[in-house]
């Protein structure tokens, strides 16, 4: 009930969506002006400001502004904010069946296969909103940032090369786990601390998308950028349950529609930004990166470390014996034989 006032009243004029007033409502995102996550929230404002005839005034946060991204998850839950994006990554230790989106070599390689995957997939759509949704957040929507890459002071093109490779990482659980099967030492931390860490070799590698890694310059103090494709950057348009659910059922509905219409939005920006940020990269002559590309074989000997980590997240981590992964998996099967 405490939950329910205060994520109903998120914002002055907040109120129930039912009548004509004004609504005011804060989107929280965990990236930077010119990245994807912040202006997919200031393309989804202008779009409920539009449709809304000017009643629903959405104020899109930058990373940083509300804390870090834990504390973001937890405002939330509390309604202090109404709409977020988020990353799982984040959310693992809350939200055991999300660090599904940390198992590499998982989704097809193709991006644009991933993101019709995350689109449609039930056990994602349905299942893991389910879980979420035990937490008062509601997950409307999962897209793709892009495939991820690494980036590395030493060379990475085998298992070995992780060899106490110190490894920064988001705070899930399931992904130090996915690093400490290639003989990594992960060591989780906020991104707002990456480039310092990089650049004083606190950890010598990361993960991210390439926009991400091009805009936040960590190739400026890194030597190599490997293209493993390992995983995809998976984000959630997510909102309080409780505040949403407190919504007329018209705005509901026009939160839904936006929300599906963006997904087309994101996946255009995502390619775009990527492809521009590795121009960026490789043309960038006074920090250069060595782009390292793998052959299949090469992936191959990543794979197979990675997959005992599909077991490890079966018994030790689904709180369902793995019930949600067995759908996905039958979803990308058959997705990918189409
Ligand atoms: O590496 C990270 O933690 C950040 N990466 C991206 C692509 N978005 C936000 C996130 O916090």
Redesign the pocket.
């Known amino acids: 009930m405490v939950l329910a006032a205060c994520g109903g009243n998120g914002g002055d004029g907040g109120g129930s969506g039912s009548g004509g007033e004004t609504q005011n409502w804060k989107f929280v995102?965990?990236?930077v002006k010119g990245?994807?996550?912040y202006e997919y929230a200031e393309e989804f404002a202008k779009r409920m400001k539009e449709k809304s005839d000017g009643k629903v005034n959405i104020q899109v946060y930058e990373?940083g502004g509300l804390g870090t991204?834990s504390d973001q998850v937890e405002q939330l839950q509390n309604g202090a904010v109404q709409m977020a994006?988020m990353?799982p990554?984040?959310t693992g230790n809350m939200v055991k069946e999300g660090q599904i989106f940390a198992l590499h070599f998982l989704f097809p390689d193709s991006v644009k296969k991933t993101q019709e995957i995350l689109n449609t997939s039930e056990a994602l759509n349905t299942d893991l909103v389910e879980k979420y949704k035990e937490h008062n957040i509601t997950p409307l929507a999962f897209w793709t940032?892009?495939a991820?890459q690494w980036t590395s002071s030493k060379k990475i093109d085998s298992p070995d090369d992780f060899q106490n490779f110190k490894m920064?990482t988001?705070t899930s659980p399931l992904i130090l786990e996915s690093y400490k099967a290639y003989g990594a030492q992960p060591t989780p931390m906020?991104?707002s601390e990456?480039y310092t860490a990089l650049d004083r070799g606190t950890v010598q590698g990361?993960?991210?998308?390439i926009?991400?890694i091009g805009d936040?310059s960590f190739h400026e103090v890194q030597d190599y950028m490997t293209l493993s494709n390992h995983n995809n950057?998976v984000?959630m348009t997510t909102v309080n349950t409780d505040w949403f659910n407190g919504l007329s059922e018209d705005m509901q509905k026009m939160v839904k529609e936006t929300t599906k219409e963006m997904q087309d939005w994101v996946f255009k920006e995502q390619k775009k930004q990527n492809e521009e940020y590795l121009k960026v990269i490789k043309n960038d002559d006074e920090n250069p990166t060595e782009i390292v590309e793998l052959t299949e074989e090469q992936r191959q000997a990543f794979k197979e470390k990675a997959m005992p980590v599909r077991d490890f997240y079966r018994k030790e981590v689904s709180t369902v014996d793995g019930k949600i992964l067995d759908k996905l998996q039958k979803e990308i099967e058959k997705a990918t034989a189409e």
């Open positions: 995102t965990e990236e990245q994807v996550q990373y991204e994006v990353s990554g984040f940032e892009g991820m920064r988001q906020s991104w990456l990361q993960e991210n998308p926009f991400f936040a950057y984000a």
